[in-house]
């Protein structure tokens, strides 16, 4: 079980019978009355968020959840197909159940499937992934000290804003939880 004070984003808890990440959370001490913390919490399953109060010392439950490293290997009428590197055994996953994450789904890809009660509901995905510029106006040469910055669409379909000097088949660094510009990819 988490206590209250154990909020952070990124906590996975098990509320209402469902498994919730904590996206936002304030701890709360008022004047007169006890302690509280607000938290925003999105549904791992549905995606809805909800706006929850706990009060100060609260216990909230594990979610059942267990998490299996796979890999990424094709998308097709299926849906994502993804294999699991200790059984080799074949997983497809919808449209639904990938996300926001198909956006930074590339080949050959390790991710961790999270499973809750032994169904998939999600990916974890490493913090960073590199990716190629496909389609971005031409770069300016020396323009590095404005701070402007142009679209450039990625292999992967996502749209990301990108410094001026940016051309196409640049390999970049991209944030995938923000889905931001980090920097260009060493080599």
Known sequence: MY??????????IEFKGDPYIITEFLHV??????????????NMITGRVL??????????????????NVQYLYLDQDGYCFMDNETYEQIFLSQEQVGEAR???????????????????????????????????????GDTAT???????????????????INEG????IDTRTGSYIERAKN
């Open 3 to 12: 206590s209250t004070s154990d909020f952070r984003k990124g906590l996975k």
């Open 51 to 68: 706006d929850e109060t706990f009060r100060s010392g609260e216990k909230v439950d594990r979610p059942d959840l267990e998490e299996k």
């Open 170 to 173: 640049d390999v970049l660094k």
């Open 147 to 165: 701070g402007a910055t142009k679209a450039a669409k990625m292999e992967t379909g996502l749209v990301v804003q990108v410094p001026l000097f």
């Open 103 to 141: 956006f930074f789904l590339q080949e050959n890809i390790n991710v961790n499937l999270l499973l809750y009660q032994g169904r998939p509901i999600g990916l974890d995905l490493p913090t960073t992934v590199d990716l190629s510029v496909v389609e971005s106006e031409p770069g300016i040469k």
């Open 29 to 42: 001490k008022p004047g007169k009355g006890g302690a509280f913390v607000r938290t925003k919490l999105k």
